[in-house]
């Protein structure tokens, strides 16, 4: 095909060309731009209600577990009661040595009747804390004073034992003693 038309002619076909050419490119550009910002509104929306869900949550844990809250107090005594269940499983290995101890010191003569454990903890007095040794409380019989004598010294000389209390009541009767102490148990 052979082009007869003047070069001025040619010139405003192809410019013309061009000019659709732009057309159609700045309308495709702004229907993206159309496009990406819709997307962007639909993100905007899905963040807004996904937040919206989880300010919800929030609020909705948040009263359910207030202070006020009467599970919740009832959870927390629960965890204070399996503390103390746990403190004193792990304290249970150096009772079973302590009533090891007394039974392997225990003369020919003397029978334990009651005994009291009171775990290692911590006491506050007068705004100071201080750690409290674990201590039992024995009370027992015995058939003569020189039986419990000798029982007495035994602890006293035992390195498990320290700050003995035998109270002079226990000397009193020379046969037939009803006796009772508390010691302290060393770490």
Known sequence: MINLLPQKAKQELQQEERFR???ILLFMFTVALVCFALMLGVIKAYVMGSLFAQESKIALLQERFSKDNPV??????????????SRSIKSSRSI???LESLEDMLPAGIHLTAFDYDPPGVQVKGGETQQVQARISVAGFAKT???LFAFREGLEKHSLFSELSFPASNWVLPQDIRFSFQISIAQ
């Open 21 to 23: 050419l732009l057309l």
């Open 145 to 147: 004073r020189e039986i």
């Open 72 to 85: 919740l107090t009832e959870i927390q005594a629960f965890n204070e009661t399996t503390a103390q269940i």
């Open 96 to 98: 079973s040595l302590v």
